[in-house]
């Protein structure tokens, strides 16, 4: 038997580059399931196609029809000039993560997330010693230069140019904080211990992967790590959360930043995506 993709539309372009386009699985022509195709249309190194919503009939599963369809899939993004191919696996989708392992694809990050107590009775408050408040006015352009260099790092570790990593931290920086420490449904937060700032929060109170709230960024300085401070903005973040009707909290880690995973662990937060991607020869 023969498994192939067939397209159910036209392919659709959109302003910035992007296109999609959506396929059934079809084997011998008798659709046994479906895929999406989406390319972020940037060129270069970090050019990406994405697998979306793949899915195989219960009827036809556990005979290599999601195998062959991936593999043609990764097909028509090459086709389209990607470089790269990233797969989002729901967690608790066993089956389509030991697929994905066999693809060769490796998980990147995951996205967790946490059920919050009924109210802000129910958080630890901070240690002695230690105050969390927001983050002042004369104090935002050093964080926000810092959070912009730290994110453009990120993207020259993989394979963008110094001057291409910037500009794309700093247009996530201003999509994400129109209005500065003044954009709506954001709370950035500084934790001090004994008069000076260790560590800060950048939380949004609508999360951009489903309902609640979204830890974007928790930092703490170099010199004062290991001794709990990531933990005392975390909890500060459940309880800013709670005081604006917020119950849920979520956030993303890298898949080997085992510290941070061990940290959220600890405070509750459980998977719920898992993003996995592979170099496209």
Known sequence: MTTTLRPTGPERHAEDGSRSRSYDICVNGRPVGSVRLTADGRPGPLSTGRLEDLAVREPDRRRG???????AAEEVLRGWGCRRAEVRIPAGAEPA??????????????????????SPA????????????????????????????????????????AAEARRRSEESHAALLPH????????????????????????????????????YDVEVEAEHRGRG??????????????????????????????????LYESLGYRPTAHHLDKTLL
Request: charged share 20%; glycine share 10%; hydrophobic share 40%.
């Open 65 to 71: 029809r999601a195998t062959v369809a991936a593999l």
């Open 97 to 118: 993560l030991r697929l994905a392992a066999a693809l060769g694809y490796a998980e990147r990050n995951r996205h967790l997330a946490k059920e919050l107590p009924p």
């Open 122 to 161: 129910g958080v630890p408050e901070a240690p002695e010693g230690s105050a969390v408040r927001p983050l002042e006015r004369g104090e935002y352009p050093a964080w926000l230069e810092s959070r912009t260099a730290s994110y453009a790092r990120h993207w020259t570790g993989r394979g963008l140019s």
């Open 180 to 215: 500065g420490p003044d954009t709506p449904r954001t709370a950035l937060r500084a934790l001090v211990r004994d008069g000076a700032v260790v560590g800060t929060l950048w939380l949004a109170l609508e999360a951009p992967h489903g309902p609640g709230g979204w830890v």
């Open 229 to 262: 401070h990531g933990r005392t903005l975390l909890l500060d973040a459940e309880r800013v959360c709670l005081a604006a009707g917020v119950r849920v909290l979520g956030l993303n880690v890298v898949a080997d930043n085992t510290p941070a995973r061990r």
